[in-house]
């Protein structure tokens, strides 16, 4: 009897080890699918490897969630592709250091797709003082040709989560050669949205745009942009920003471009902590005719409070650190203390600060000050690395 029950244990735990040997043998396949459409009601994409399939707009009052790890991949067969998210939607997407969302396309050629869009109601300054306008983008919020409305009263506007996530080979042009997408625009986004661990990769247009609004970003990584690589207009006041870091690679054009549609507004945003670096070779968007080539540009009564700016690699002939291009910037925004750089230091003997042509530019000695900068303080992980490239180094 007691033969009989041992014989009885040894083939339950054979049959076990088969059973566990089978399971591992058998993973649980990644999910895949399309991403596609208007989205009317909540939707969550679990981990996964998902095709994006046009225009993809998450409508006022819904939620999409796409889970870390996730890889989106847009395919220019099938049109503009980009993922919006209209004023009252809001897109989350909570990618991890080790396990980011990365959003890219299929060609891996920069301007192939629009990026990731967010529209808000937080408020703008337009030109001419409006507190709404129309996207540049291109996009239509429906069928019709009329463009996206942003901006409004709506300071806390809250367009979702952005954690550790990565867009590629985005800033599209479309139709007109003229309407451009960016890796990342944000129109009258509010400051109830977050921006955190972002990567714009070669695209063919801004790494990153504001259009008025209150957002704020932290660890934004803007890698190998064609065109700039922080832009804002429209009367963009984020308070609360903090480690940027340019890295201008072949073709590129300023590391920070800064106007306001020639308002002078009596406010401006703040960011701590700034690498702008461009490598050797790098040539303008526009060819050698276009002096789009310097560290920072002021333009249209852009202004801000900057501190902590490590500035090396614009070593171009006629290039500097700061360029005001205009007089009525270096009037209403330098001569008023509303351009403020502190802690700046320069690696390479590039000038400080210069004017356009015609233009004497004097700052007051406490809103420029040069110091022993260190830039943006960000912690690499897979979310910075693209083919085995730590985009940091």
């Not at 700039?228 to 870091?245: A, C, E, I, V």
């Not at 890295?247 to 701590?272: H, L, R, Y």
Request: one cysteine or more.
């Amino acid at each position: 009897m007691k033969k009989l029950l041992l014989s009885f244990a040894t083939i339950a735990t054979l049959l076990t080890a088969c059973s566990s040997d089978d399971e591992s043998s058998n993973p649980t396949p990644t999910p895949t699918g399309e991403i596609s459409g208007d989205f009317s009601a909540n939707r969550t994409y679990v981990k996964g490897n998902y095709t994006l399939n046009g225009t993809v707009r998450v409508k006022a009052g819904v939620i999409l969630t796409i889970e870390a790890g996730s890889i989106i991949t847009a395919d220019v067969s099938n049109g503009v592709d980009a993922l919006v998210v209209e004023n009252g939607g809001k897109l989350i997407m909570n990618g991890t250091a080790a396990e980011p969302i990365v959003c890219t396309h299929l060609t891996k050629v920069p301007g192939s797709w629009g990026g990731i869009i967010i529209y808000g109601d937080a408020p703008i300054v337009g030109a001419s003082s409006v507190a709404t306008a129309n996207s540049e983008d291109g996009l239509t919020s429906s069928v019709t040709s009329t463009a996206y409305t942003y901006g409004g009263s709506n300071a806390t506007h809250n367009g979702g989560t952005l954690r550790y996530v990565r867009v590629e080979y985005a800033g599209k042009k479309i139709t007109d050669g003229t309407s451009e997408m960016n890796g990342f625009s944000f129109y009258a986004v509010g400051s109830g949205t977050i921006l955190e661990n972002l990567v714009s990769y070669k695209g063919a247009d801004d790494g990153y745009e504001f259009y008025g609004g209150t957002v704020s970003g932290t660890n934004l990584i803007s890698y190998g942009n064609s065109d700039d690589s922080f832009d804002w207009q429209d009367g963009w006041r984020g308070q609360l920003n903090s480690n940027w870091y340019a890295s201008q690679v072949g073709t590129g054009n300023f590391g920070m471009e800064v106007e306001a549609k020639s308002v002078n507004n009596d406010f401006w945003p703040k960011i701590t902590n700034i690498t702008l670096k461009r490598a050797a070779g790098t040539v303008t968007e526009g060819g050698t005719s276009a002096a789009e080539y310097d560290a920072i540009q002021f333009k249209k009564q852009g202004n801000g409070d900057f501190s902590n700016i490590l500035i090396s690699g614009y070593t171009t002939s006629g290039a500097t650190a700061v360029r005001i291009q205009d007089a009525a910037t270096n009037t209403g925004q330098v001569d008023s203390g509303k351009i403020k750089l502190t802690n700046v230091k320069i690696n390479d003997g590039t000038s400080q600060f210069a004017g356009a042509s015609g233009i004497t530019v004097i700052f007051d000695p406490a809103n420029y000050t040069l110091g022993e900068a260190t830039g943006a303080s960000i912690t690499p992980g897979a979310w910075t690395v693209v083919e085995g490239i730590n985009l940091l180094n």
